[in-house]
Structure formats: structure tokens, C-alpha cells
């Protein structure tokens, strides 16, 4: 798993003897990896212990934070309130979805922005698009060694995701097209010039 920040935190009850036997128990603080099952689907996860100072038996319950082995097929979808399963050669335990952490997705900038801010951030992410297209990957670093306005409408960017906490930290300024918005709109923007996604 990535060393990102979780992307949920979650009440979790977990079954006692009686009603599981899974054969990692006690927990002991740090990570619990598992799948996690929700919507008829099963999600690689680990469930983050590291703030406990003691083992966590059977029949406990607490609240703690979860890592996604793969966040987009799954962050996504839920939403607060969501009731999961953990698995381990069968279901070991329930949760309820307390936060979600949708991150710096266009999905959660569209609800958590203002429309002034949302429109700003829309118009500076068509004018990274525009410096940026049919560049090479020397020329695009130069650029941001020597500054100018490709780094300046980054700080703005990031300025806007700042101000509003839709951060994801670890992550550099390249990660900007996971949160862009529509791609339609910077095709239209870049009049249809092809953008080299030389970071993937």
C-alpha cells in the first residue's frame, strides 16, 4: 500500500468468538490488512491501529482510519453513513463510514467551491493546459526551475485547493490532472492540440 493518507475513517465493531474466528487476533497496533466488503464488491484495505496502545481483541469496538489499496474504484462511491464487512476467511466484523476523505478530485472541488472560486479554478486549470500542451518534458522542468507563469498559475491552483483544505499531500504539482475539470473543456481550451501526459 502507498504511505497517502487514509482516504475514510470508520466506526468498527469487530465479532467476538462466538461469532468469528479469524487467525490474526489479537491486533496489534500499527496496520490490519483485509479485505473490505461493501456493495457486493471486495476492496484490499488496511485499517490503520497505529494511535492504539494496546491489542484489539475480539468484540471491540473503535473508530479508525482506512488505507485503500486502489482509492479510485472505491473512494468515490462512499459516503458517510455507508455500512462495510472485514473479511478474513469470513466476515470478522462490521463498520459504518464516519469521513470520508474525497481529496482533490473535480467532483468534490465542484461541491466544496464557491462559484466565483470554482470559476477561477476552472480558468486556470485551461491556462496550464494552454502552457503546457505540445511542451517537452525538459522544456515544462525549465520552466519551473526558472519560474514564470506556468509556476504562477500552479501557486494559484494550489493557493485555491489550499483555502478550501482539498489537498492531497505527498502528491506534486504533476498529480493536477486527476483534478482537473472535464476534459472537453481543456481539449476546447488548447484548440484540440494533443497534451502530452508525459507523467504517467
Given at each position: ?19 468469528a ?24 484495505c ?66 466544496t467551491?464557491?462559484?466565483e ?14 502552457l ?46 486527476v ?22
Amino acid at each position: 500500500m502507498s504511505d497517502a493518507a487514509p482516504e475514510v475513517t470508520a466506526r468498527i465493531r469487530l465479532f467476538s468468538k462466538q461469532e468469528a474466528n479469524p487467525k490474526t487476533f489479537p491486533l496489534s497496533p500499527a496496520l490490519y490488512e483485509c479485505p473490505l466488503y461493501y456493495n457486493e464488491q471486495y476492496y484490499d484495505c488496511q485499517v490503520v491501529l497505529d494511535r492504539f496502545a494496546h491489542q484489539i481483541e475480539m468484540g471491540t469496538s473503535f473508530e479508525a482510519p482506512i488505507k485503500f489499496q486502489w482509492p479510485p474504484g472505491i473512494v468515490a462511491r462512499l459516503k458517510t453513513g455507508d455500512s462495510f464487512c472485514l473479511w478474513e476467511d469470513g466476515i470478522i466484523g462490521e463498520g459504518k463510514i464516519t469521513a470520508v476523505q474525497h481529496g482533490a478530485d473535480y467532483e468534490n472541488i465542484k461541491r466544496t467551491f464557491n462559484v466565483e472560486d470554482l470559476r477561477r479554478y476552472v480558468h486556470l486549470c485551461i491556462r496550464f493546459a494552454e502552457l503546457a500542451s505540445a511542451k517537452s518534458n525538459i522544456t515544462l522542468w525549465r520552466e519551473l526551475e526558472e519560474g514564470g507563469a506556468l509556476v504562477q498559475v500552479l501557486d494559484e491552483i494550489h493557493e485555491l485547493r489550499q483555502k478550501y483544505d482539498v489537498v492531497v499531500a505527498g502528491q506534486p504539482f504533476f498529480h493536477i490532472w486527476v483534478f482537473d475539470p472535464e476534459e472537453s473543456i481543456l481539449k476546447k481550451a488548447c484548440q484540440k492540440k494533443k497534451l502530452e501526459k508525459w507523467w504517467d
